[in-house]
């Protein structure tokens, strides 16, 4: 028992350790995303918004390491988490940014796509159905519950 307890540290401190460091960060993203609600200036606002980003992926790499009890793990028992999670990660990067590309590149060459692309579409009026629009009908019908 004291080896264990020797090789891995007081697991009770370790577990105040990790406590207080998710505390933190916690409160450091609050704050930040508090302070960013008066911040009008939007390269600002977007710098505030990648630093939460970076501080909720630390905290979710203490979660993992202590709850998980990955800390601990070997170093390939750790890849065959972390390279799929990175091959998922850029798949998902890979396909939303080829898809971008297609509808801007579909609607450069194609006049009709561009033309339906810029379409407005008027907001229907709460309650009216297409049929009734058809009908010339615009205001509301209402249906009694008997």
């Known amino acids: 028992?004291?080896?264990?307890?020797?090789?891995?540290?007081?697991?009770?401190?370790?577990?105040?350790?990790?406590?207080?460091?998710?505390?933190?960060?916690?409160?450091?993203?609050?704050?930040?995303?508090?302070?960013m609600i008066g911040i009008t200036s939007e390269g600002l606002r977007l710098a505030i918004k990648g630093t939460i980003v970076i501080l909720m992926l630390a905290k979710a790499f203490y979660i993992v390491a202590y709850f998980m009890h990955l800390k601990h793990e070997l170093k390939n028992l750790i890849m065959t988490i972390v390279v799929p999670l990175a091959l998922f990660i850029w798949f998902i990067t890979a396909f939303l940014s080829d898809g971008n590309s297609f509808r801007n590149l579909r609607n450069t060459y194609d006049p009709h796509f561009k033309a339906q692309s810029e379409?407005?579409?008027?907001?229907?009026?709460?309650?009216?159905?297409?049929?009734?629009?058809k009908e010339g009908k615009s205001e509301p019908t209402e249906t009694k519950k008997d």
């Open 119 to 133: 379409i407005k579409v008027e907001k229907k009026a709460e309650g009216t159905h297409a049929t009734e629009e």
């Open 1 to 35: 028992m004291s080896e264990n307890t020797h090789e891995h540290g007081d697991p009770i401190a370790e577990i105040k350790k990790v406590t207080i460091i998710l505390s933190v960060l916690t409160i450091i993203e609050l704050i930040l995303g508090f302070w």
